[in-house]
């Protein structure tokens, strides 16, 4: 069983900058991790992915200003998000998929989820 907790959200003006961080409770070295957010009324969407070997997938619409990456020594996985726009305004979900290929941009092949963190992004 791995717990994630995320941290890192909160209320920030359009163009701003956040870093997320999702810490796990064990050793994620064989996991593909993801970051995924929810809005109001939509569902859950994929964000950005990150193998075991560090092999990086983004959504199109933060392709350029988000970046994950992850520190297997302290077992943790970040999101830095640049250009932040009004429309990132979501609950962001850090999750773990026990696999050694391509992260998987399907919510429904994760094993693990965290709580999430808001993100509000003013206009």
């Known amino acids: 069983q791995l717990q994630l907790v995320e941290s890192g959200g909160g209320l920030v003006q359009h163009g701003s900058s956040l870093r997320l961080s999702c810490a796990a409770s064990g050793n994620i070295f064989s996991y593909a991790m993801g970051w995924f957010r929810q809005a109001p009324g939509k569902e859950r969407e994929f964000v950005a992915g990150?193998?075991?070997?560090?092999?990086?997938a983004y959504a199109d619409s933060v392709k350029g200003r988000f970046t994950i990456s992850r520190e297997n020594a302290k077992n943790t996985v970040y999101l830095r998000m640049n250009s932040l726009k009004p429309e990132d305004t979501a609950v962001y979900f850090c999750?773990?998929?026990?696999?050694?290929?391509?992260?998987?941009?399907?919510?429904?092949?994760?094993?693990?989820w965290g709580q999430g963190t808001q993100v509000t992004v003013s206009s």
């Open positions: 990150i193998s075991w070997s560090g092999s990086e």
């Open positions: 999750a773990a998929e026990k696999s050694w290929t391509v992260p998987s941009r399907a919510s429904n092949d994760y094993d693990y």
